[in-house]
């Protein structure tokens, strides 16, 4: 069974830092990885998505990597904004016939202006 | 237009009382799912369904059922409410490869 956790469980950073979040899986015969932000009591956007053939994906300010071997992605925020405020999800899926995510618990990250 | 609309946003209900939560998707994906978030334990499956005729449990399917009406319609009932059920609700739909959530449905079970 697959099991996400992410790490920490809350950021709290200056407006302007750099900052990177953690995921990690059990499963190392993941499909895909999405990374969601959601905002409070808002629903879920899906910022990146990395397939099992890939190593990274760019959006903007955003990077995501994936290393399967370790069991690991991270996020990367450049230069971060105020507006980056949110939780910041993290969902594995095993893919297949039984295509389903599983996720993190999430990272609450605070940019201080 | 959303590409997946749920409705009602926010219910207040009593313990006891049979509640439907309904979802409808424009993207014509096969691929539905509902979950649900509570604070702190992140979001986990209800039910999903492949296709109009396939219909699974996902990991906390106790004391709810839903009802695929149409490619695009996924709709999920509390049979009756318990206060524990008290939660945020999401609808989403996928193509395989992405999912695509809702904006959620707050409920509150009194």
């Known amino acids: 069974k697959q099991e996400v956790t992410q790490i920490p469980a809350a950021l709290s950073v200056p407006e302007g830092e750099n900052l990177v979040l953690n995921c990690s899986f059990t499963d190392s015969a993941i499909y895909n990885l999405q990374w969601f932000r959601q905002d409070p009591g808002k629903g879920l956007t899906s910022l990146l998505l990395i397939q099992s053939s890939q190593r990274e994906q760019t959006s903007g300010r955003l990077n995501a990597s994936l290393d399967k071997s370790s069991g690991r992605s991270t996020l990367y925020i450049a230069a971060s904004q105020p507006g980056d405020s949110a939780t910041y999800l993290c969902a594995g899926n095993s893919g297949g016939s039984n295509y389903k995510l599983t996720f993190g618990k999430g990272t609450l990250l605070t940019v201080n202006p | 237009d959303a590409d997946v609309t749920q409705t009602p946003r926010n219910r207040i209900t009593k313990t006891g009382k049979r509640i439907m939560l309904e979802c409808s998707q424009t993207?014509?994906?096969?691929?539905m799912y509902w979950y649900r978030q509570d604070p702190g334990l992140g979001l986990q499956l209800i039910y999903y369904?492949?296709?109009?005729?396939?219909?699974n449990k996902g990991e906390i399917s106790d004391g709810y059922s839903v009802s695929r009406q149409a490619q695009a319609k996924f709709s999920l009932s509390l049979e009756s409410a318990i206060p524990n059920q008290t939660a945020l609700y999401f609808c989403?739909?996928?193509?395989?490869?992405?999912?695509?959530f809702g904006p959620g449905t707050r409920l509150t079970v009194t």
């Open positions: 993207k014509g994906h096969d691929r």
């Open positions: 989403a739909t996928s193509d395989g490869v992405r999912e695509y």
């Open positions: 369904s492949f296709d109009v005729k396939d219909i």
